[in-house]
């Protein structure tokens, strides 16, 4: 760093409305926490010893309905940082899939803006892909270090999006979605730094990228506001909010269990619900406090809101949850800091139970105000609990432990005020935005001054996301499991080759249980689960469940009369709960008693019952929608990812795997197959059964096709003559 004058920073970030004061945070899709995040940066920065200068640099924008300070070339933060307005593309208000042509502009105004001023920045930091593709470009021109914050990233968004039942077509035209994604692999290029909020946002999400350095990416996570949360005061109980709480509990003096999130399915606030209601101790221990945003009527919700708060009213039912449970309907949001301060002051404890969790604001809102917490230990917790020391971290898929960790928080007075103590100190030096900009600035210290350059990332070894062609899905139990050591060689091939390729897992089981299994046997992370025999679909790195297909395989689907219609069917029974889900139908199936699979299937045409019956390994029998299976799902799947079917390697064993294998793709059967029932399609069908059983036939086949190199069946031998 410059000893002389202090470091001047540039800050860039172009989309949305950003000013000094009164920010319109929610006004637009582009005008959110990004532009929060900038302006209090912004000023932290300029608040450090070290610091001399802080340009926040954004676009110029003169309309009459919006305010006048957007027109404002130059507007004071305070007295060393400033907001830099740049012109490009007009003076209209434009939303940033809308700014792509103008960015080039936006690089030569700013470059002659510095120019014209006589200054040179000592660094720049670009916040989001347009930012960046503005950043790298500058600091190429002008020969400074380019650090970079992502924000959000567009290969996640793209898998979001297919998840919501838009196809890549689509996606590309309205969102720019290649170009962002391109701008986003220029931008890892040229970046000598990437900060981001948690160590699993360098794992799972920048890991799509092929600019992949992980020693270039360094956590810093974002400061918080503390003088908004903080211990509590001792007037709490006075409270609207409290009185609220109280108004469903026999016992409010009790410890409380507290779980603030939005009403989604995956924060899993049901498995909180289930842990607490199977725990009678937990409840002679404890309240549980559940805050899901705010409702007037169940019915005004969105279809996904009302599905997680309707299962929430049905578990307090089941368990008898009444006087125990406080769920209340309204909140303002100063009021959440306050029940923070109610949880601490009970002897309580804050709970995320979420299936996946990016970073975890509450956790650090919750330790700042004195409350231990149980967290899952999927994403940013891992950081807040391993860095504040205060509390324990859950798998949200085990229900027993998530009741486990509570009383153990709960009940030990001593280490829960140690807890407490630890999460203050910890949030204050790790959290805050004093304690940000100054590792911020340990960060630049060893790169100010030092010129970058563009490196290449178009050469042979280098495979795009976007262009990934080809994709290896296979089933669980009995195709990839089963053979330890071959299951390790072809994890490694995976690994290695993610940048070429999409992995899935292709299920009978429920997500859950198939979770369990990949974690147990170490299995990365698969680019899409197709779970409970094709009526699931799920996106990583989010757990992103794929709602167009729900919304596609739902029509004329009707459980009850199915399970109607073979009640009293003989030989075979429903399998135990954990088999079934919303969408597939599970049987046990005794071949000695139960009439023919083609009598059940007749029988339930018959009563108007349009469904998909699959049979596997002799004494399964699934019944699912119509439009489900698992070949179906895989082409829908595939159809997202704009890979043709002739590359893509299926891998099946049963008879649930049949129409995987038929049609155009590369098709493989392992070698502990059920041979009767893929007996039919040994007869005019391009399928290669391996002789090798579980893994080691997956990799037989890889070879067999040659998957990662041209990707197609071998030329037949030519007949002798």
């Known amino acids: 760093m410059k000893t002389r004058k202090g470091l001047h920073i540039c800050l860039i970030s172009v989309h949305g409305l950003i000013r000094g004061n009164e920010l319109e945070l929610g006004r637009d899709a582009d005008t959110g926490g990004q532009v929060l995040y900038v302006v209090e940066l912004a000023r932290a920065l300029a608040e450090t010893e070290g610091v001399a200068r802080v340009d926040l640099v954004t676009r110029l924008i003169r309309e009459d309905h919006l305010g006048e300070e957007y027109g404002l070339e130059s507007e004071p933060l305070s007295d060393k940082a400033r907001i830099l307005r740049i012109e490009a593309g007009g003076l209209s208000y434009l939303a940033k899939e809308q700014l792509w ?17 006589g200054v040179t920045p000592d660094l720049i930091h670009s916040h989001y892909a347009d930012a960046g593709y503005i950043g790298s470009r500058v600091a190429h021109v002008m020969g400074l270090p380019l650090i970079h914050t992502g924000h959000s990233l567009g290969r996640v968004k793209r898998h979001r999006l297919l998840a919501s039942g838009l196809d890549s077509r689509t996606i590309d035209d309205r969102y720019n979605m290649a170009r962002r994604i391109t701008a986003e692999e220029t931008t890892l290029a040229s970046a000598e730094r990437v900060i981001t909020s948690t160590h699993q946002e360098i794992e799972e999400q920048y890991e799509l990228y092929d600019f992949y350095r992980p020693e270039a990416m360094h956590v810093i996570p974002p400061g918080t506001n503390l ?128 299936l996946t969790e990016p970073f975890g604001l509450t956790l650090i809102e919750a330790a700042a105000s004195g409350l231990p917490i149980v967290a899952t230990e999927d994403g940013g917790p891992r950081d807040i609990i391993g860095n504040c020391e205060n509390g324990l971290l859950i798998d949200p898929l085990e229900q027993a432990g998530i009741a486990q960790a509570i009383k153990d928080v709960i009940g030990d007075w001593e280490m829960w005020q140690t807890r407490s103590v630890s999460g203050l100190q910890g949030v204050r030096h790790h959290y805050s935005w004093p304690a940000h ?31 990934t062609d080809r994709a290896l899905f296979t089933d669980l139990n009995r195709s990839l499991l089963g053979d330890d050591e071959s299951l390790q060689t072809l994890i490694r091939l995976v690994r290695q080759n993610r940048k070429r390729m999409k992995f899935g897992i292709n299920t009978g089981l429920r997500l859950d249980a198939a979770l369990r299994l990949l974690k147990k046997h170490g299995i990365p992370e698969p680019d899409v689960l197709i779970t409970s025999a094709g009526t699931e679909i799920t996106f990583a790195p989010k757990l992103t469940e794929d709602t167009g297909w729900t919304r596609h395989i739902e029509k004329q689907w009707t459980p009850q009369q199915v399970r109607r219609v073979l009640a009293d069917v003989p030989g075979i029974s429903l399998r135990s709960s954990d088999q079934q889900s919303d969408f597939k139908i599970s049987y046990l199936y005794d071949a000695e008693v139960a009439p023919s699979i083609d009598d059940i299937s007749a029988r339930l045409f018959q009563e108007d019952q349009a469904v998909n019956i699959i049979f596997s390994h002799g004494q399964f029998l699934n019944i699912v ?45 392992v070698g502990n197959r059920s041979h009767e029932e893929l007996s039919q399609l040994t007869e005019g069908a391009s399928i290669h059964f391996t002789d090798k059983p579980y893994a080691a036939g997956i990799l037989e086949a890889i070879e067999f096709y040659d998957f990662l190199g041209d990707c197609k069946a071998p030329r037949p031998e030519p007949e002798p003559a």
């Open 101 to 117: 042509d103008h960015l080039d502009s936006f690089v030569d105004n700013l470059i002659d803006r510095y120019r014209e001023e």
């Open 227 to 354: 003088s908004r949360f903080q211990p509590p005061q001792g007037k709490e109980h006075e409270s609207c909010i409290a009185q609220e709480v109280n108004r469903f509990l026999k016992e409010p003096d009790k410890p409380m269990i507290l779980a603030v999130s939005r009403a989604d399915a995956r924060k899993n606030i049901a498995a909180l619900l289930h842990a607490y209601g199977n725990d009678a101790e937990l409840q002679e221990r404890a309240n549980l406090v559940v805050v899901m945003g705010n409702r007037e009527d169940l019915n005004d919700l969105e279809e996904g809101a009302r599905d997680v708060l309707t299962e929430l009213l049905q578990l307090i039912d089941r368990y008898d949850l009444y006087g125990r449970v406080a769920y209340p309907k309204q909140h303002r949001s100063d009021d959440v800091p306050v029940l923070y301060r109610l949880a601490t002051l009970s002897g309580g404890v804050f709970v995320n139970p979420a």
């Open 437 to 467: 900009a100054e590792e911020y600035l340990n960060m630049v210290s060893s790169i100010t001054g030092k010129e970058t350059s563009l490196e290449s990332i178009d050469d042979g070894d280098s495979y795009s996301a976007s262009y």
């Open 625 to 669: 929608p119509i439009r489900a299976s698992k070949g179906l799902a895989l082409r829908h799947v595939v159809a997202k990812f704009n890979i043709p079917l002739e590359r893509v390697l299926a891998i099946g064993g049963s008879g649930a795997d049949e129409d995987m294998m038929r049609g155009n793709t590369l098709a493989a059967i």
